[in-house]
T-cell receptor, first 115, second 116 residues
Framework: AQSVSQHNHHVILSEAASLELGCNYS??????LFWYVQYPGQHLQLLLK??????LVKGIKGFEAEFIKSKFSFNLRKPSVQWSDTAEYFC?????????????FGKGTMLLVSP | GAGVSQSPSNKVTEKGKDVELRCDPI?????LYWYRQSLGQGLEFLIY????????KSGLPSDRFSAERTGGSVSTLTIQRTQQEDSAVYLC??????????????FGPGTRLTVL
């Protein structure tokens, strides 16, 4: 079964700082990779996704993620964070073992951006 | 509808009571998923529906948990004889087919269940 590991549970940054949130997964075959975001009081929203092709994926609000197959990683990046990026970020994977149906999530990283 | 909707948004119940949580997926989506979000456990998969059948219910934590889906649309998650450890946010998601590799799951706002 696949698993997802997010390196940091809490990250605190000042506005304009650069962000990188780590995500590693364990599955040897073809996977789909996702980053979801949950803003305070809101529901889970898709930030970006990778299915195939260019390993550098661009999402909404200036976020991007890079799929590095050799490292089983899908790290999320943003060059300059804003206070409005304060949220919890979840990395997720689905794989053929689940028929590409169910998502396996990491435990999440809470990002706090101070103004 | 425009998005996945869930009701109630909050539910407080006493230990031992049964509860029903409802999910209304995006119109036309044939795949529906239930997840649970709790402190310390993160987001855990519970059950997946393809139409009205559930090909994967491996995440249901005990036989007190059951779910059904009727008419290929609305789904109900039932928890019998609730326990305090059932307290969590129960999330529902839907995707267009659940069978294509490129399907994306869209999540509802969740139902926060508190068992006293």
């Amino acid at each position: 079964a696949q698993s997802v590991s997010q390196h940091n549970h809490h990250v605190i940054l000042s506005e304009a700082a650069s962000l990188e949130l780590g995500c590693n997964y364990s599955y040897g075959g073809t996977v789909n990779l996702f980053w979801y975001v949950q803003y305070p009081g809101q529901h889970l929203q898709l930030l970006l996704k990778y299915f195939s092709g260019d390993p550098l994926v661009k999402g909404i609000k200036g976020f991007e993620a890079e799929f590095i197959k050799s490292k089983f990683s899908f790290n999320l990046r943003k060059p300059s964070v804003q206070w409005s990026d304060t949220a919890e970020y979840f990395c997720a994977v689905n794989a053929p073992g689940s028929g590409y149906s169910t998502l396996t999530f990491g435990k999440g990283t809470m990002l706090l951006v101070s103004p | 509808g425009a998005g996945v909707s869930q009701s109630p948004s909050n539910k407080v119940t006493e230990k031992g009571k049964d509860v029903e949580l409802r999910c209304d997926p995006i119109s036309g989506h044939t795949a529906l998923y239930w997840y649970r979000q709790s402190l310390g456990q993160g987001l855990e998969f519970l059950i997946y529906f393809q139409g009205n059948s559930a090909p994967d219910k491996s995440g249901l934590p005990s036989d007190r948990f059951s779910a059904e889906r009727t008419g290929g649309s609305v789904s109900t998650l039932t928890i019998q004889r609730t326990q305090q450890e059932d307290s969590a946010v129960y999330l529902c998601a839907s995707s267009s087919t659940g069978r294509r590799r490129t399907d994306t799951q869209y999540f509802g706002p969740g139902t926060r269940l508190t068992v006293l």
